[in-house]
């Protein structure tokens, strides 16, 4: 059978802060410029959530999105959705760049597919002008 690849995007909504607990505030603040604010700013992310799998002869899916949507939304969105991705994300390393959270997205997402299904790229937009890609590795 055809091999597809499908893509879910999911939405949503978090506060954080750049910086590292050991530098100082002027260090801080030379290299995450504002995104070091002591008191938070807030993201609208965009994610894709691209799988790639066997074509079903029956059923004609590769997976069903609906599937695919409780599996991200129940490894990923619930826990970050209207949170702060320092303090309230206990899989969110200390500095939440858009580069850290795409990485452990994948790590939430990749052993909770199904059977067959492999998890293929992941694009994270933390604004509609800047966002990473990660294929795994
Ligand atoms: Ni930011």
Do not use: Q
């Amino acid at each position: 059978m055809p091999r597809v690849s499908v893509t879910r995007r999911v939405h949503f909504s978090a506060a954080h802060r750049l910086y590292r607990p050991g530098w100082s505030e002027e260090k801080n603040r030379e290299v995450f410029g504002e995104c070091a604010n002591p008191n938070w700013h807030g993201h609208n992310y965009e994610l894709d959530v691209t799988v790639e799998g066997e074509l079903d002869g029956e059923t004609g899916y590769v997976l069903d999105l609906k599937r695919l949507r409780d599996v991200v939304h129940a490894s990923v969105v619930r826990d970050v959705d209207h949170r702060n991705l320092n303090l309230d994300v206990d899989w969110m390393s200390e500095n939440p760049t858009t580069e850290n959270l795409v990485v452990a997205i994948w790590e939430r997402i990749r052993p909770r597919l199904p059977e067959g299904v492999e998890l293929k790229r992941l694009v994270l937009r933390e604004t509609p002008r800047n966002y990473v890609e990660y294929e795994g590795g």
